[in-house]
């Protein structure tokens, strides 16, 4: 069966963005690009918000046409448009790009995705959908890349909750920019 893996980019104090939907604090390099490139290309999907989903299909549907683009952004643009994804959204009417509309979180629906026939995890992005998956048990594992910078306000990943999930650390990595991966399995697996 497949993972549902929660990947996701946070500050040093646990904001994903900080106010105005502001992630130019945000540190990739080429290297954390590339590792991003090479985690998410074994991915058998990606599952996301619909705010994530219209941040991501302003970019890189057509990144690689820049001429200014880098090697890694290039390869990532084509990585996300081939990648099957789903956005969960009860207001998006449709979405481009190999893109499934998806209106509730159901964990029942969502185990019958980790069944499919296919190879590579699912890719969870965005903190809402992410707290919805949380609350529901579905997250198999957490992969975050910890950004050195404290921005003091804005969306933090993970909101107050009455539920205590204990994890297990997997892997650290720290990468020349000074960003910290910390991988975690949801304690005891799913």
């Given at each position: 069966m497949r993972k549902i893996v929660l990947m996701m980019g946070v500050s040093l104090d646990g904001y994903i963005e900080g106010p105005d939907r502001d992630i130019s604090w945000h540190v990739v390099d080429e290297e954390l690009h590339q590792y991003f490139n090479d985690t998410i290309s074994?991915?058998?999907?990606l599952l996301g918000g619909r705010v994530t989903h219209e941040l991501m299909a302003a970019y890189w549907p057509t990144a690689d046409a820049d001429p200014d683009a880098s090697p890694v952004e290039v390869e990532f643009a084509r990585i996300w448009r081939d990648m099957p994804k789903y956005v969960y959204s009860r207001t998006l009417k449709s979405a481009d790009w190999n893109t499934t509309v998806v209106?509730?979180?159901v964990p029942a629906e969502v185990e019958a995705l980790k069944n499919q026939p296919g190879t590579g995890?699912?890719?969870l992005?965005?903190?809402d959908l992410a707290a919805s998956f949380l609350a529901h048990g579905l997250v198999d594992e957490i992969h975050l890349s910890v950004h050195p910078v404290l921005i003091g306000q804005g969306k933090p990943?993970?909101?107050d909750t009455d539920t205590l999930t204990p994890l297990r650390l997997l892997e650290t990595r720290r990468f020349?920019?000074?960003v910290?991966?910390?991988r975690y399995e949801v304690?005891?697996?799913r």
């Open positions: 074994q991915m058998g999907a209106r509730e979180v995890d699912l890719c992005g965005g903190a990943l993970f909101p020349g920019n000074g910290v991966l910390l304690h005891g697996g």
